[in-house]
């Protein structure tokens, strides 16, 4: 169990990093945003958007802790689904898993 323990907090400063590297400038930021279509927001929410750090986090979360502990990865489910678009990028990760 610690094993597993210290993978979610390399995992968590991992995503954190990935977060930072993607905010740090604010004009690239800008374009790596998506709005999410109506079936999926919130209710709550007049509007709703994903990043491309969402996405990225999730699968590298995924993929990282499904190489240490082979068949958890099929566990791991994050809010975004893998796929993001917007006007300039059309990306769908695929990690092999």
């Given at each position: 169990m610690s094993q597993l323990m210290v993978a979610l907090i390399q995992a968590s400063e991992k995503a954190a990093n990935i977060a930072r590297s993607c905010r740090q400038e604010e004009?690239?930021?800008?374009?790596?945003?998506?709005?999410?279509?109506?079936?999926?927001?919130?209710r709550t929410c007049a509007a709703d958007f994903?990043?491309?750090?969402?996405?990225?986090?999730?699968?590298?979360?995924?993929?990282?802790?499904g190489k240490q502990f082979p068949g958890l990865e099929n566990s791991i489910f994050g809010e975004e689904t893998n796929e993001f678009m917007n006007g300039l990028v059309c990306h769908r990760t695929n990690w092999g898993v």
């Open positions: 004009r690239l930021f800008s374009l790596l945003i998506e709005e999410k279509k109506n079936d999926s927001q919130k994903k990043t491309l750090a969402d996405v990225l986090v999730q699968e590298v979360i995924r993929h990282d802790i």
